[in-house]
């Protein structure tokens, strides 16, 4: 068990996929303080969202007069920085945007905690796998980043996130600030939100619709279920030997084709989806597998969630969502506001 209680914890971005995880586990003993600018809120439609330790700024990180004081109000014992443009429709749509964001807003995050918290207890800031380029196979943290050609648009996510990777190292080399770097690795579970493979296959497949696989589907991926990256997301708060390093968090066991995928999804959904290919019209990466050597030997993480039952977890609970009315994601109108920070703390 990893012992959080009575922080204050500020998470940009904290209404996605990871952060509404990451808000269930800390929520009960501990104040949550989450800025985001809705654009994927998962976090409404949880339990989480009208929780009294719940409170929520409806901001950008590309507003650092805003951030700036929204930080400032909440005295956060703990940075965790997850806001970012992600997905590769988004990033090949506004590729400058998505630079902005990752890079400029990562350093306005650091900007106001050095500001306003300097004597947090952790800044963890969240890059990416594809930092690795096109062949990742037992990457270590330290191995060479390879990144596309300019001009190419998926790269300026990893370059934007690499850049950003480099800017918190460096400045908690020079201010002290107790930094940390997590490099995710296909991420899947309930809540997600987006357009995540994983997410779009169950959700078709429990409508009995067709599994679209973009190329031959021969694209290896390594799956990591949602409880086990917040497992290791929660080393990296606790133990000492994570500040300063950067770590892969992932499930090497959980790999597979996305063929494979498709059909484990189809069959554990009990599903008559056809698969089809369609051609891509991206770059896309072949192979992507984590080497977790040194989160297990820093943090003693090790996955414990296999790929099947991740996936039939994840199958039941939007299951469950559908036969409740809600639609291929499970997002609908808000019925009660949490309290905003910037108002009562």
Do not use: C, M, W
């Given at each position: 068990m990893h012992e959080i209680r009575d922080k204050s914890i500020f998470l940009t971005g904290g209404a996605g996929f990871i952060g509404t995880t990451l808000v269930h586990r800390l929520l009960e003993h501990n104040r949550i303080v989450v800025y985001d600018n809705g654009h994927r809120n998962a976090l409404k439609d949880s339990p989480a969202w009208t929780h009294p330790n719940l409170f929520?700024?409806?901001?950008?990180?590309?507003?650092?007069e805003m951030l700036s004081e929204s930080i400032k109000r909440a005295k956060p014992d703990m940075v965790l920085h997850l806001a970012a443009i992600a997905g590769v429709d988004?990033?090949?749509r506004v590729p400058a945007r998505t630079m902005k964001i990752n890079f400029i807003g990562?350093?306005?995050?650091?900007?106001?905690?050095?500001?306003?918290?300097?004597?947090?207890?952790r800044f963890v800031d969240f890059s990416t796998s594809e930092v690795f380029g096109t062949h990742v196979y037992h990457a270590e943290e330290m191995s060479a980043t390879t990144l596309g050609s300019v001009g190419e648009a998926r790269w300026t996510y990893a370059v934007s996130k690499l850049a950003a990777e480099h800017l918190v190292h460096n400045y908690g080399k020079e201010t002290g600030l107790p930094t940390v770097s997590i490099r995710p690795f296909n991420v899947f579970g309930p809540r997600q939100v987006g357009v995540g493979a994983i997410h779009t296959f169950v959700v078709r497949a429990l409508m009995n619709q067709p599994l679209e696989i973009h190329g031959d589907g021969n694209q290896i991926r390594a799956w990591c279920y949602i409880d086990d990256m917040v497992e290791g997301i929660l080393l990296t708060l606790t133990r000492p030997e994570a500040v300063g390093h950067v770590f892969n968090i992932g499930n090497p066991k959980g790999t597979v084709t996305i063929n494979t995928l498709a059909e484990k999804i189809?069959?554990?959904?009990?599903?008559?989806?056809?698969?089809?290919?369609?051609?891509?019209?991206?770059?896309?990466?072949?192979?992507?597998i984590p080497s977790i050597q040194k989160a297990a030997e820093l943090l003693g993480f090790q996955p414990t969630v296999d790929l099947n039952e991740g996936l039939s977890r994840t199958i039941e609970w939007y299951r469950g969502q559908m036969e409740q009315g809600k639609t291929a994601g499970f997002l609908h109108e808000d019925r009660q506001q949490p309290r905003h920070v910037v108002a009562h703390i």
């Open positions: 929520f700024i409806h901001g950008d990180v590309l507003n650092s988004t990033v090949l990562t350093y306005n995050v650091l900007e106001a905690t050095i500001a306003h918290a300097p004597k947090a207890e189809r069959a554990l959904a009990g599903s008559q989806s056809e698969i089809v290919f369609v051609k891509k019209n991206y770059v896309d990466v072949e192979l992507r």
